[in-house]
């Protein structure tokens, strides 16, 4: 544990005591750090709201001035037992017969009248606990088991200086101002719905238009990189997923099995195997690889209710898949192609600041992965080879490979310094060797081809909510589903304003006409709130010469031009993909 979290975490326990105070019969269970902060939960006789917060935060204040030391005590399972059972700490009892189960040692901190079941380590004292503030509270099941009674997770955060502590809040306002589920409703993009399903998302008019320009734009690139779109179903077989495995490894994401005709079927959780079906469908050449199918297919994983998460986290999605088959002495090259593809795509769309994770297997835990040691050695030599070749720094994380190969991730940095996880390129040996497909090599022998996993936006719709809080809802002109608004100021202007909409319609402008009756500074107002990049005015000046009055959703005023220089411009904008208005913007 670095010293920052050493720091959140004695802090956690500052609110617990604080915590305690308010509620002295409180049941309690932990309260780690985590990244930005920390959170404690708490079993409490009523719902916290944060109304609570500044009462909290003022106790955790006269507890941190008493400056008392963190204490340190090793204990013997049975007397932490009683010790805990004679709090009425039933939450603790558990744990520590878990611990028992495990032979793990039982230690305890205490500070002040506050005593915690507790690992460490700890700051000197409770003075030491930095500046901190309560963010939020929210619910979390014991353990992270729904099947267990539900606690208040009572989130904070701490710095070592005031500074930093309020140039995070400015940045966690900032992020709220950006939130993808508020954006997406307000510009109306796309809304989930509890008849339809949790984690299922309805895509409007403006996200289809959306979600079709990322998509043409993904299939234009991997069409200029030799691969083949394929489509594949959304139901299969349960045996295809026991013969890949994901049965035995990822059981708790699958969808429930159908029983139809006396076969068992489920909702696809991955797209390989098919792709593993259409490789095997005709006898194949070591002439015929690589082979590089792609496919916009979606998936069904049943993630739990408490971690969906508007589009970043949902239980539909759609993978911007593809599995390149290859040989043994072409798949470094191919993962390099992989990488030259998502450096373009993420760059055109604004992430140009990339870190790349190499997730290797932990050599001590080897039951949790599959294949062969030889296997593993090769694949992730053939990763790293591909970066070292394109001279590409990476940082190589021990424990986080796939259960059936090691991987590449992309990390990018949005617009106010957050990281994300998009890309991912694996290296498979395992789903050859399982599915027994191979090819006939050059001396007529049956070789098994090398697999490629790799998606290089990870999902449509996590992606999009990604671009949502990168560009706070503002897209670039190629990305806006609406690209302008044609403002008539009087009625009798409406007839050619869709006049010159159909114009610029014609030339694949996104255009839309706001006939509503209402005055012109309110329909100005609501196209920037609708973050519409053009807002185009038509008066008796502009309908005698023939023009649009241009004005930029910043409130820069462009002035009058021709429908048909403006529709050049729109279109070169569109075409080069820039985040440029044009007009020398």
């Known amino acids: 544990m670095n010293e920052l979290d050493t720091m959140r975490h004695s802090c956690a ?9 308010m509620f002295p019969d409180a049941q309690f269970g932990f309260g780690p750090p985590i990244e930005d902060g920390f959170y404690y939960d708490f079993e409490l006789p009523r719902q916290l709201s944060p109304d609570d917060f500044k009462e909290i935060e003022q106790r955790m204040r006269r507890l941190a001035k008493s400056a008392d030391h963190f204490e340190y005590k090793e204990i013997d399972g049975k007397s932490a037992i009683e010790l805990f059972t004679s709090m009425n700490q039933t939450y603790k009892v558990e744990a520590i017969n878990n611990l028992v189960s495990s032979g793990e040692p039982i230690s305890l901190y205490k500070s002040g009248p506050f005593l915690d079941l507790c690992r460490g380590p700890h700051v000197g004292t409770t003075k030491q606990i930095g500046h901190f503030k309560i963010l939020s509270v929210a619910g979390a099941y014991w353990l992270g088991d729904e099947n267990n009674p539900q606690l208040q997770r009572l989130y904070a955060t701490s710095f070592p200086t005031k500074d930093e502590l309020t140039t995070h809040l400015a940045r966690l306002e900032e992020a709220r101002r950006r939130d993808h589920r508020i954006l997406a409703k307000q510009l109306d993009l796309f809304s989930t719905n509890t008849d339809v399903g949790a984690g299922l ?17 993904w299939r234009e690139e991997h069409r200029k990189h030799n691969y083949d779109i394929v489509f594949t179903p959304h139901i299969g077989r349960k045996k295809l997923w026991d013969i890949s495995g994901h049965t035995q490894w990822y059981q708790d994401g699958l969808f429930p099995e159908m029983e139809l005709e006396n076969q068992s079927f489920i909702n696809k959780p991955m797209n390989c195997p098919f792709h593993v079906q259409i490789f095997d469908s005709q006898t194949r050449s070591y002439r015929d690889l690589p082979l590089r199918y792609g496919e916009l297919g ?8 408490g971690v969906l998460h508007g589009a970043l986290r949902v239980r539909g999605f759609t993978q911007d898949d593809a599995h390149i088959f290859c040989r043994h002495d072409q798949f470094a090259k191919e993962v390099g192609g992989a990488l030259d593809i998502a450096y373009k795509m993420l760059g055109t769309f604004g992430f140009t600041d990339l870190k790349l994770i190499v997730s290797v297997r932990d050599e001590n835990r080897d039951k949790k992965y599959v294949g062969s040691d030889e296997m593993w050695t090769l694949a992730e030599q053939g990763l790293i080879d591909a970066l070292t070749e394109k001279n590409i720094e990476y940082q ?10 090691p991987k590449i991730d992309v990390m990018v940095e949005d617009a106010i310094g957050r990281q994300w996880q998009l890309s991912t390129i694996q290296v498979d040996f395992n789903l050859p060797e ?29 992606f999009t909510a990604i671009l949502i809080e990168h560009f706070a809802g503002a897209f670039p002109v190629w990305l806006a589903p609406v690209q ?9 202007h409406i007839e050619y304003c869709n006049e ?18 209402e005055r012109m500074n309110r329909k100005i107002r609501d196209a920037q709130k609708q973050k519409v990049p053009y807002m185009l005015i038509a008066g008796d000046r502009d309908v005698e010469a023939n023009n649009v009055s241009v004005r930029l959703r ?19 904008v569109s075409i080069d993909r820039s985040e440029s208005y044009g007009f020398g913007h």
């Open 396 to 405: 190589r994380v021990e424990g986080e490979a796939a259960f059936y190969g």
């Open 201 to 217: 998302i309805l895509w409007h008019p403006k996200g289809g238009v959306l979600r079709e320009i990322i998509e043409n734009y």
């Open 13 to 21: 326990h500052v609110m617990a005591a604080a915590v305690q105070e």
């Open 298 to 305: 979606t998936v069904y994983r049943f993630e739990r209710s």
């Open 434 to 462: 399982r599915f027994d497909i191979d090819y006939e090599d050059s001396d007529g022998s049956r070789r098994r081809p090398v697999m490629v996993h790799r998606a290089l936006l990870g999902s449509i719709e996590r």
């Open 554 to 572: 910043n409130g820069e005023d462009i002035g009058a031009i021709t429908p048909s220089v403006f529709a050049q411009t729109v279109q070169q």
């Open 500 to 517: 010159v909409a159909l114009k610029l319609a014609s030339h694949g402008i996104r255009i839309h006409v706001d006939d509503r009756g």
């Open 484 to 492: 302008a608004v044609l403002i008539p100021i009087a009625d009798r």
